[in-house]
């Protein structure tokens, strides 16, 4: 089992930046996959970053189309923490952002067992 806590998000005026940072339970963090998703309102959860588990190496993977070099994911297992730092914030970007987890690794949600409760990031124009 894994409880992830998702903190981090709020209220940015467009082309500003959030760290959204997401905080893992559990002794065998390095062994887990970690994702963000995203739910805009009104439409489907979508994929935007994930790393794979660190004894497969740890590569990072993100949507090309949603993240278009402005969002970096990265972990700190020292501190079983997920963080996905956002810059140039556009209001297309407002979301409820959603941390995830699972031994195996994906790019769906279906992929991913283990859900944080998910943190609101609104952009303003």
């Known amino acids: 089992q894994v409880q992830l806590v998702e903190s981090g998000g709020g209220l940015v005026q467009a082309g500003g930046s959030l760290r959204l940072s997401c905080a893992a339970s559990?002794?065998?963090?390095?062994?887990?996959?970690m994702g963000w998703f995203r739910r805009a309102p009104g439409k489907e959860r979508e994929f935007v970053a994930a790393?794979?588990?660190?004894?497969?190496?740890?590569?990072?993977?993100s949507d090309a189309d949603v993240v278009k070099g402005r969002f970096t994911i990265s972990r700190d297992n020292a501190k079983n923490t997920v963080y996905l730092q956002m810059n140039r914030l556009k209001p297309g970007d407002t979301a409820v952002y959603y941390c995830?987890?699972?031994?195996?690794?994906?790019?769906?949600?279906?992929?991913?067992?283990?859900w944080g409760q998910g943190t609101q990031v609104t952009v303003s124009s």
């Open positions: 559990g002794r065998t963090f390095g062994r887990y996959a």
């Open positions: 790393m794979r588990p660190i004894i497969w190496g740890g590569a990072s993977i």
């Open positions: 995830a987890a699972d031994s195996s690794f994906g790019t769906s949600y279906k992929d991913y067992s283990y």
